[in-house]
């Protein structure tokens, strides 16, 4: 049997410091918020890229996560409506905590960074095709972990799982 796992809305900051932090505009017109020290690592250089992915609609199926040890990942949504973000913590192991397993969805408003080591999800995007700026950090071996598991499937708000 398939587990499933409902979406939460947009996360707090505090809801998503277990899994790394969101990135949001300065509230005040001319001020700046900086992310400087989420991002780099002994030995590591920066790598830039964009994604261009196509949409996805709830319920959807998620079977593999991925983690970077070495390195925090930063999304920044270009031309997205909404987009989905699982997230899931490790256990003593280093393998995924299934059962602690969360799921967000964020406004193209939003960007995310990931933890170093914080499983997730590849990007998914909600309404229509969307772009994201992916920065991270390269150099260290190993640093692209992924494993497949037992599917979980993501459905809308307020479903039984």
């Not at 914080?118 to 972990?145: C, Y």
């Amino acid at each position: 049997m398939t587990r499933r796992l409902p979406v939460a809305l947009e996360p707090t900051l505090e809801s998503f410091a277990p899994f790394g932090t969101l990135i949001e505009r300065p509230a005040a017109a001319g001020s700046r918020q900086f992310y400087s020290n989420w991002l780099g690592g002994t030995g590591l250089a920066p790598v830039f890229h964009v994604n261009h992915i196509p949409p996805v609609t709830l319920p959807t199926t998620v079977g593999k996560l991925e983690r970077h040890p070495h390195a925090a990942q930063c999304f920044v949504p270009l031309d997205v409506s909404r987009y989905l973000v699982t997230v899931a913590g490790s256990m003593g192991d280093g393998r995924p905590d299934l059962d602690a397993m969360r799921s967000y969805i964020l406004p193209g408003s939003l960007g995310v960074i990931y933890a170093p080591g914080v499983w997730h999800a590849g990007a998914s995007v909600l309404d229509r095709t969307g772009a994201f700026a992916v920065l991270m950090w390269r150099g260290a071996n190993n640093d692209d972990v992924f494993i497949d598991i037992e599917p979980v499937q993501l459905i809308s708000e307020g479903a039984s799982r």
